[in-house]
């Protein structure tokens, strides 16, 4: 299989589980405790991927942990940032704002650490990507101005009419 395709695959497996993340965590009812919710779900995913771990052990995995501590505290809190931020973007401003999180991890992660961390390629095609991705932005938050709330559970709501009284 092609790398391209592999790829491909990857990310649409990567969405299909964002997306089911994203209709879980703006279906909860979480706004008593949104951290504990986060915990559950992050509990819940340890379950899973221990269960798929368990098909993928290593030789020896004291020594694979050892050497890897540094990279998952960095990615566990990375991980933890990127609940909390999900939490505030579904819960306060819905699912259809996931646009941005879309552009901005482009911004941050593709451009950010692929290339000036890790030092990635970068061509033009590249720099295209973060003009559309700016321009994306730009034309999203544009039509959510105008995007009237179509969610009964949106927060930001229009007053209803007052009653006509009869004559």
Known sequence: MPALVGALLAALLA???????????RKSISAESPMLFNAYTFLIALICVLILA??????????FLKVNWKHALFTGIGTA??????????????????ALYGMSALLTTSIG???FIFREKFNVYYALSVVT?????ILFLLGQRE???TDPGALVTTPAPAPESGP
């Open 147 to 149: 995007a009237k709330p």
């Open 113 to 115: 650490v692929g290339v």
């Open 54 to 63: 368990a098909f993928q052990m290593p030789k020896d995995p004291a020594v």
């Open 81 to 98: 940032i990127t609940y909390y931020g999900f939490y505030i973007l579904y819960g306060k401003y819905g699912a259809s704002y996931y």
């Open 15 to 25: 969405a299909t589980g964002n997306a089911i993340f994203a209709y879980g965590q």
């Open 133 to 137: 991705a700016i321009i994306t932005m």
